[in-house]
Each structure stands twice: as structure tokens, then as C-alpha cells.
T-cell receptor, first 111, second 116 residues
Framework: GEDVEQSLFLSVREGDSSVINCTYT??????LYWYKQEPGAGLQLLTY?????DMKQDQRLTVLLNKKDKHLSLRIADTQTGDSAIYFC???????????FGTGTRLLVSP | DADVTQTPRNRITKTGKRIMLECSQT?????MYWYRQDPGLGLQLIYY???????NKGEISDGYSVSRQAQAKFSLSLESAIPNQTALYFC???????????????FGPGTRLTVL
């Protein structure tokens, strides 16, 4: 089945850029997503990218997709302490029409 | 009011007890999901339902059962709870196909279950 991998932790200073990486195995995925989980809460969709795109920008967020390497990244510019959360990459399993989530990356932003 | 609600928010129970976690949504979505979250393992899909008469097993359905009582309600049961079912459980709904094709999932706040 689909496998989605992320590093577990990332620590940055306030004002720096954060880059969270994700690799996946299903090359037929149509949409790829980034979700954010704040402490004590459920996941919320941050952004998504269609598989025929290489890049998508949304304010401070930039998503890069490298289909050849099956690599997805999320860049957060000017990272703030409020960005501290767990970030999940998710890939749409088109065969079964459901999402497969990565392990999540815990982002810690220090002042 | 929250679009996706889960009850209870926290539950402590003993091994062998039957537990039901409930999920309700007001988003009018047909698709509903149950996930469990364990540290370092991300979210794992337990069961999913594409409509009231369509229920499917996910990756880790053993030891769990579900009931889709109505479009808005999807409950998860642990028939005989065991300690390794201690986890955070999330319900989600989906509007697959109505947002330009992207499958946006909307999550409830989660239920923290502890099995002693």
C-alpha cells in the first residue's frame, strides 16, 4: 500500500523559514495535502496541490512537488511562534479514494 | 457551533469493557472516517463510510466496529477494549469532489481514550 514518510521534528527560530519534507510511494496520486494540528485539536487543511503542478504559493506557504522523486515540501516563510504545531503530509490514494497520512512533523518555533 | 463533534472528549476505561465513541456532523457530507493517532505513527485509518449503506475497513480495523446511523452520525465501538487501543481517536468528514476535486477532510476535536 501507499507509504508516506516525514521527519518527526523540526526546530527553527522565529522569523526564519521552515521547510517540512515528505516522501511518498504512490505515483498515481492526484492531490497531495498539508494539514496542521495544533495542541489539543483536530487536523485542519492548510493547503493542497494538484499533481500536475510543481509549485503552489499561498501567502507565507509554498508547496513544492517533485513528482520524479515523489517528494513534497512545505515552506513557511517568516515562521512565527503560532506556527508551532504538528504538520501532516497526506496523499490521495486514488485506487481507494481515501487519504494516507504521513507520520507528522512536529515544528517548534522558538523566540 | 462546531461542524464535527465527538463525544466523549476523554474516556478512561478498563480492559474488557465495551466502549462507544460518537461522531456527529452538520456539514452535510456523505463521507465519514475514523482514525487513530499514536505518537510517531501519524494517523491510521480504522473505518470509512462513503454513505449510510457503504462501510469499509481501513488499515487497522481489527478490534473495532462501526455503525453509520444516519448521514450525520458515525460511531466507533471497541467491543472489548485492550491497553494497546489507548490512543487519540479522530472522526472526519469529506466533501470529496466538491472543492475542485480535492478531498478536503474536516476533523473533529478528538477523543482521548485510555484503556487500563
Amino acid at each position: 500500500g501507499e507509504d508516506v514518510e516525514q521527519s518527526l521534528f523540526l526546530s527553527v527560530r522565529e522569523g526564519d523559514s521552515s521547510v517540512i519534507n515528505c516522501t511518498y510511494t504512490d505515483s498515481s496520486s492526484t492531490y497531495l495535502y498539508w494539514y496542521k494540528q495544533e495542541p489539543g485539536a483536530g487536523l485542519q487543511l492548510l493547503t493542497y496541490i494538484f499533481s500536475n503542478m510543481d509549485m503552489k504559493q499561498d501567502q507565507r506557504l509554498t508547496v513544492l512537488l517533485n513528482k520524479k522523486d515523489k517528494h513534497l515540501s512545505l515552506r513557511i516563510a517568516d515562521t512565527q511562534t503560532g506556527d508551532s504545531a504538528i504538520y501532516f503530509c497526506a496523499v490521495e490514494n486514488t485506487g481507494f479514494q481515501k487519504l494516507v497520512f504521513g507520520t507528522g512533523t512536529r515544528l517548534l518555533v522558538s523566540p | 457551533d462546531a461542524d464535527v463533534t465527538q463525544t466523549p472528549r476523554n474516556r478512561i476505561t478498563k480492559t474488557g469493557k465495551r466502549i462507544m465513541l460518537e461522531c456527529s456532523q452538520t456539514k452535510g457530507h456523505d463521507r465519514m472516517y475514523w482514525y487513530r493517532q499514536d505518537p510517531g505513527l501519524g494517523l491510521q485509518l480504522i473505518y470509512y463510510s462513503f454513505d449510510v449503506k457503504d462501510i469499509n475497513k481501513g488499515e487497522i480495523s481489527d478490534g473495532y466496529s462501526v455503525s453509520r446511523q444516519a448521514q450525520a452520525k458515525f460511531s466507533l465501538s471497541l467491543e472489548s477494549a485492550i491497553p494497546n487501543q489507548t490512543a487519540l481517536y479522530f472522526c472526519a468528514t469529506s466533501d470529496h469532489g466538491t472543492s475542485g476535486g480535492a478531498d478536503t477532510q474536516y476533523f473533529g476535536p478528538g477523543t482521548r481514550l485510555t484503556v487500563l
